[in-house]
């Protein structure tokens, strides 16, 4: 039998056999999974001598047979059946190199530009750079909002080196995570795992651009703690730990587990001249949930936005350099129409005292978009009230 023909049999076999075939059963079982690595070699070769066939060459018969029924449609048990095909029958455990050389072509260097506004009316242009992940054949990328934020630029450099232009799709400040797309197709996007199931102790590996230069590095350690309290840029967080080693550059990037699985999304490091190997990554049932809403809405529903920026001037040095009287919390910028004015001290909010920015998103989380919130500034030094609305977040 030729081997054309015994693939256009396998996927006849497909069609034919629907949900409860026999033939389509033992397929999904044989041939379904992201990893080809979860399966021995002699299941992704022809065991009697009569042919040789590829696996991923029945994948494509079959997943250009997928792309024909979404176009024209099929049954819905159809296409459920089919759909087992891309769950993974018997996962193994890998080695680091072969994790690596699975999930690196998922993982993408983010680089950007940015507007930054100096003393005298002056701008210049600022450059970033971070990592991000691919989340979808058709070119939806994860990463970090702060690896984002205030971008006039996006440019996403793919694992084989070819660079795309990308729109921000949606951003949420509160997880840190943003989407971002690109024009493009046929993708390798990671392996969703689940958070949830972690231990602590269980091999992790890190990919990403560290430094901004070092597109595609992997470093390896172990989950260190699943739930730690981290505040990052006035938001706590409940994060990943992880002994990977993760330096400014690896943010957006993947953090993975010993089945190529994504696990996190890295965004921390601890600093300091006496810190390594502390590393942090948002869980990624968190970060998929929150891309989903971003990728459907451009925003996260019931996100607040607060409708002006704050800053913490911590100590009278800083007051001196932003030339403010005291520390304190201060609105560096207000949205249009709102009673708030750059320059003003946030001195309480309905009733509260506010010392940091992070007081003022404590309270938020337990407020509703469209509350009123009583604020209570100093503006000029002098002491006034003013009524301020809760708008909805979006992009």
Not at 218 to 231: D, F, K, M, P
Not at 339 to 345: A, E, F, V
């Amino acid at each position: 039998m030729k081997r054309s023909t015994f693939i256009m049999l396998l996927v006849m076999t497909v069609v034919l056999s629907g949900a409860a075939g026999f033939g389509g059963t033992y397929l999904a079982g044989i041939f379904a999974g992201p990893p080809p690595a979860y399966y021995d070699e002699a299941e992704l070769s022809g065991q009697d001598g009569a042919f040789d066939y590829d696996a991923g060459e029945i994948r494509a018969y079959v997943d250009a047979y997928l792309d024909s029924v979404s176009k024209e449609g099929t049954s819905q048990a159809e296409v459920s059946f089919l759909g087992k095909l891309d769950e993974p029958a018997t996962r193994k455990q890998l080695t680091i190199p072969e994790i690596a050389k699975f999930a690196s072509a998922s993982v993408v260097e983010i680089y950007t530009e940015s507007v930054v506004n100096s003393g005298r009316m002056r701008q210049f242009i600022t450059e970033g750079a971070g990592s991000g992940v691919i989340i979808s054949a058709d070119g939806y990328i994860v990463t970090n909002n702060h690896v984002v934020e205030g971008s006039r630029k996006i440019t996403v450099r793919l694992n084989n080196g070819s660079d795309y232009e990308a729109v921000l799709v949606g951003r949420d400040s509160k997880t840190d995570i943003a989407v971002l797309k690109i024009s493009a197709t046929g993708l390798r996007p990671a392996v969703y795992g689940d958070s949830d199931g972690i231990v602590v102790g269980e091999l992790a590996v890190a990919i990403g651009n560290p430094l901004g230069k070092l597109g595609g590095s992997v470093t390896e350690g172990v989950i260190s703690a699943l739930s730690r309290s981290i505040e990052i840029d006035g938001n706590m967080m409940t994060l990943l730990q992880t002994s990977a080693a993760v330096n400014p550059g690896n943010s957006g990037g993947g953090l993975f587990n010993c089945y190529g699985e994504l696990i996190g999304v890295v965004n921390a490091k601890s600093s300091g001249s006496d810190i390594e190997g502390i590393g942090f990554a948002i869980p990624v049932n968190l970060a998929r949930s929150i891309a989903d809403a971003l990728i459907n809405n451009g925003f996260v529903p019931g996100r607040i936005d607060f409708g002006a920026v704050l800053i913490d001037v911590p100590d009278q040095m800083t007051a001196m350099m932003y030339r403010v009287q005291m520390p304190g919390v201060y609105v560096y910028q207000a949205d249009t129409g709102s009673q708030l004015k750059s320059g003003d001290r946030i001195v309480s909010i309905n009733g509260n005292d506010i010392k940091s920015v992070a007081d003022v998103n404590e309270l938020l989380t337990k407020c509703k978009v469209g509350e009123t919130l009583t604020i209570t500034i100093s503006r000029g030094g002098n002491a006034m009230t003013v009524e301020h609305t809760l708008k909805q977040e979006k992009l």
